[in-house]
């Protein structure tokens, strides 16, 4: 009879044959035979006595114990990383692999080199980076951090808020012609370069002194990627509602204006999100204070308490 695997190694192999939707190529990652990981698996279901994965010639799937099987088997793993930690105190080196999904703007131009730059301090450490605007199941994705332009709705995540993003009004100055001091009512019939899912028609703004109001805007370019929008804006096709922080520069050179200095549309918080658990493994947290940092002191951005 087959010696019984033990049961994080049943686990770690469920967990990455449910992150690659193949368990072919979890067991190539995993440096096993396929009808091995085919084995652990099975084995795995008859020791819980449910079906995790809904197996077809062409697709997997996972049932839906097999979901709430795959959050746990997470949490477990994560906190057993956490725990070797704790008794191997004498080891100052990081090391492990960590799972980050980011926005694509953001991570392109700011998170990613932070987080080289932390591996360059650490070299045990291994990053697999996933840049993507859209909502994630965190669960299935399976990655350890998930930094996000507001807040997930998934409450079963823990959250820490990093920074708060202005975002003003900008255009190129051809757009505007001869127009000085504009007002929002003026923008009215002027093309829009929209940039979903914060922006469509209707643009809340405040004004400094407390005023709110709504902008119905004439959209002409709609986009859910920042790039567009901004190579629109610069290109005189329509204003923009950008976060500070991606237009210092234009700004700075003149390439773009602020149209309307005294009005901002509403802030956005990016935040830091990630599984539950007893204690968290040390090269987590200690990435998380550095892409703290590295957020916090990025122009346009103000730090959280």
Not at 87 to 98: A, M, N, P, Q, T
Not at 184 to 203: H, K, Q, R, S
Not at 223 to 238: E, P, Q, R, V
Request: with cysteine.
């Amino acid at each position: 009879m087959a010696k019984s695997l033990d049961r994080l190694t049943l686990l770690s192999t469920f967990v990455r044959i449910a992150e690659r939707g193949s368990i072919s190529a979890a067991a190539r990652d995993l440096g096993m035979a396929q009808a091995s990981a085919s084995r652990q698996l099975a084995e795995l279901e008859q020791r819980l006595g449910v079906q995790l994965i809904q197996r077809t010639t062409h697709h997997l799937a996972l049932t839906e114990a097999g979901r709430g099987a795959l959050a746990e088997a997470r949490a477990l793993i994560i906190g057993w990383d956490a725990l070797e930690e704790q008794y191997r105190e004498d080891e100052v080196e990081l090391s492990g692999g960590l799972k980050i999904v980011a926005p694509v703007a953001l991570g392109q131009i700011y998170l990613v080199e932070a987080g080289l730059e932390f591996q360059r301090s650490n070299p045990l450490v291994s990053f697999t980076w996933l840049l993507d605007d859209s909502p994630i199941k965190f669960a299935e994705i399976g990655c350890d951090l998930w930094i996000k332009i507001g807040r997930p709705s998934d409450e079963t995540l823990v959250l820490k808020e990093l920074a708060n993003v202005e975002r003003l009004v900008v255009a190129a100055p051809s757009l505007l012609g001869s127009k000085k001091n504009v007002s929002p009512g003026d923008l009215a019939e002027v093309p829009c370069a929209a940039l979903g899912p914060f922006e469509a028609g209707a643009i809340p703004l405040t004004h400094v002194a407390g005023d709110t109001l709504q902008l119905n805007a004439r959209v002409s370019v709609a986009t859910n990627n920042i790039f567009c929008t901004h190579k629109a804006a610069l290109m005189g096709i329509g204003f923009a509602v950008m976060p500070r922080w991606f237009v210092d520069g234009d700004l700075a050179d003149g390439s773009l204006v602020d149209v309307l200095p005294d009005w901002r549309a509403p802030s956005l918080t990016i935040t830091a999100s990630y599984l539950p658990a007893r204690r968290q493994t040390r090269r987590l947290r200690a990435v998380l204070k550095h892409l703290h940092h590295t957020v916090c002191a990025i122009p346009g951005l103000e730090a959280t308490p």
